[in-house]
């Protein structure tokens, strides 16, 4: 298994430069540089909302929990999780493989993500603080004893330092999943994607969740927007699904591309998004993650009270509405 999970982490190229050297800034405008640990911060807001909000995924556990195998994860409690592995993906980019019993099953639907929470220190009342952080498997849901996630590690990300000094053995805490969108096989005829650094990760969980199903037989286009070649992460394994399945097409574009670089040069343009996702209808749904400043120029962000909010941007000039639109 450690040898199976290093051979992913070398699915995609590693580059040794630094990539906090000072750099052009983004058409998004300075958030689009914004640490992917941010990004969690804002969807952290939904999965609080969502989590404290709706008894229904409690609810969907226990029954889980009285009609089949036991569950892993627990929606209303912190469990540990112990760390079995770890593995280099880019300059800045981790996996991380976590443990658990393997006669229990994980509990994760697709698309769904996981709230991690890291102790920082105490309060003035001697109370121990967290960091909280909603991150998103890479791995099958249906694996058995392990998950994976892929992060980006930044110098003052708080929960990104603090899995990055874990040494196998050491235990995160770990609640949920907080469901995200409700993916069913065939929902759509046409899934689009567009993505921005570690924003690929639900992306993968939904493009997986399609390809290993035989009777799924929707059209999957991602376009994956990055700064360099180099912090594309996960392109190997991305591209060998791409020609071992031809319902799946990818689209990369990178600000700052190398002399011998073949995909799309700088940002992420309106003519990208036309030619590259389906054309509005109602059997297209367009997928969107990445930093505040990509979500803005796609697709406009979340609503202040975490629901989807309305759809502005490219997205908007190019027709599509809110039910063909899903933010991350």
Known sequence: MTAFFRKLAKSAPVAFNNV??????????????????????VSGGLSYYLYFSSPTVAHMDE???????KIALNPDKWIKFELQDTARVSHNSQLFRFSFDPSTKLGLDVASCLLTRAPVGQDDKGKTKYVIRPYTPISDPD???YFDLLVKIYPEGKMSQHL?????????EVKGPIEKLRYTPNM????????????I???????????KNPDDKTQISLLYANISPDDILLKQKLDILSTSNPNLKIYYTVENP????KGGKGYLTLNMVEKGMPSPSEDTLILVCGPPGMMNHISGDKAKDYSQGEVSGILKELGYTEEMVYKF
């Open 20 to 41: 906090f050297n000072e750099a052009p800034k983004s058409s998004y405008g300075k958030n689009f540089r914004v640490p992917i640990g941010a990004v969690a911060a």
């Open 63 to 69: 029954i889980q929990e009285e009609s089949g195998p």
């Open 143 to 145: 694996s058995k004893g």
């Open 164 to 172: 990055a000094n874990l040494r196998p053995g050491d235990v995160i």
């Open 188 to 199: 759509k005829k046409h899934i689009g994607m567009i993505a921005g650094g570690s924003g």
């Open 201 to 211: 990760t639900p992306m993968l969980q939904v493009i997986e969740a399609i390809l």
């Open 258 to 261: 190398t002399n011998n670089w």
